[in-house]
């Protein structure tokens, strides 16, 4: 490299090269590593696989103000999500009235459960 700086007749060029291989072995090595393990769920999220699964539900639904009663019936199957932190359950139920649709998202992960329910109501 001497030599070649002598010709080029400047041997402060080394530096600046010396620094750029330097950078350059530094960010291979990085992206070499393995990538860190997937966080796995612990035994607070375990509890919400008594969930998971198939379930049909029957009932009786009194009149009241929001409407007359009759009965009820739904189909709601649950499954985990990716990782198993959280579950995801789908609805489909037929009432008095017509049929609701709708999709819940259980997490355990944080603080308390979190619930978000989606839902599609087509009454008469």
């Known amino acids: ?62 009149p009241s103000a929001f409407g007359p009663g009759g009965k009820y019936t739904a189909t709601e199957t649950c499954d985990w999500l990716q990782g198993k932190f959280a579950i995801l359950c789908k609805e489909d139920a037929t009432m008095v009235g017509g049929e609701t649709h709708s999709h819940q998202h259980h997490d355990l992960q944080h603080a308390g459960e979190v619930l978000c329910v989606f839902r599609d109501q087509q009454l008469g």
């Open 1 to 62: 490299m001497k030599s070649l700086l002598r010709r080029i007749g400047n041997e402060n060029l080394a530096a600046p090269w010396l620094a750029v291989i330097l950078v350059v072995l530094i960010v291979a090595a990085t992206y070499a590593q393995e990538p860190a393990a997937a966080p796995k769920s612990g035994p607070k999220q375990e509890r919400l696989g008594y969930y998971v699964g198939k379930w049909t539900e029957e009932g009786e639904i009194k």
